[in-house]
């Protein structure tokens, strides 16, 4: 589980944690893993492994892979979750930024998928939920970097499923909509709970199909934006709507 101490990654641990599952939680701040981590074997009993990684660094996704082999940790169930946001127009934000951010939100989340899916593959079970977001259904101005990298994230994973239909492995995208977290502070109408999200992932980890999106109002806006509208119609009602947020104008 990467992201796993807040937000939704840690609604997503608890359910898990809920159904009895010994977890491993990944995310950069140690100290608030180690915390959730006695919390979730206090009120669960669930033995929860810890490991600080920042996961946009070179590198990590395939150190990460190597600490669960030398701990003898095979894994039943990835969820890719770790992400974060930029806002802003994109000729006023740190080219730096942008990287980082494609790095941890698409190349962690297909270098994690592709170093773990094979022994799942070989023992023909286990699960990969990989959070995408209903940015990945249309372009997003003042959020582009962060919607294209949630595109990739359902593309990638759409893919994967198609892949991996036969050989007893759950690969899904999940899609939230905006999900009331350290993330996404501004009031909004339809804002869901990261509970809600969490529910979600639990039902499509129980699913067939290859991506779900959190919600029926959600479901129904990704429907319109992505499928029914021009993209470029798409990118011009998205920059009416989040242009004050953006800008404050
Ligand atoms: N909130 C929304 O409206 C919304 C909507 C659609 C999709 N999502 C997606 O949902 C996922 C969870 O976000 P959230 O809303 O729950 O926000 P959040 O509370 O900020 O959670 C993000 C998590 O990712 C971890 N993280 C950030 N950078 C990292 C890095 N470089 N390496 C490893 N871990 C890192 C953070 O922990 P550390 O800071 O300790 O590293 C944190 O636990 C993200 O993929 C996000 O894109 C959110």
Known sequence: ?????????????????????????????????????????????????????DLSHQGAPSRLAEWLAGSGIEVDVLVNNAGVSLMGPVADTDAARVRGLIDLNAGAVAELT??????????????????????AYAP????????????FVLSFTQAVWAETRRTGVRVVAVSPGPTDTAMNT????GKRGPGSVADTVMSALRGRGPAIV?????????????????????????????RKAALGN
């Not at 997003?140 to 949630?150: D, E, I, L």
Request: glycine fraction near 10%; proline fraction near 4%; hydrophobic fraction near 50%.
């Open 186 to 189: 501004r009031r909004m109408p």
């Open 1 to 53: 589980m990467t992201g796993a101490a807040t937000g939704i990654g840690a609604a997503i641990t608890e359910r898990l944690a809920g159904q009895g599952m010994h977890l491993v939680l990944v995310a950069r701040d140690g100290t608030r893993l180690e915390a959730e981590a006695k919390r979730l074997h206090a009120e669960h009993g669930a033995q929860v492994s810890t490991l600080a990684l």
């Open 114 to 135: 592709t170093l773990l899916l094979p022994p799942m593959v070989a023992r023909r079970r286990g699960a990969i939920v990989n959070i995408a977001s209903t940015g």
């Open 214 to 242: 959190d919600g029926r109002l959600n479901t129904f806006q990704t429907f319109v934006f992505g499928r029914v509208l021009p993209a470029s119609a798409a990118a011009r009602i998205a920059e009416r709507s989040l």
């Open 140 to 151: 997003a101005p003042y959020v582009a970097a962060y919607a294209a990298s949630k595109a």
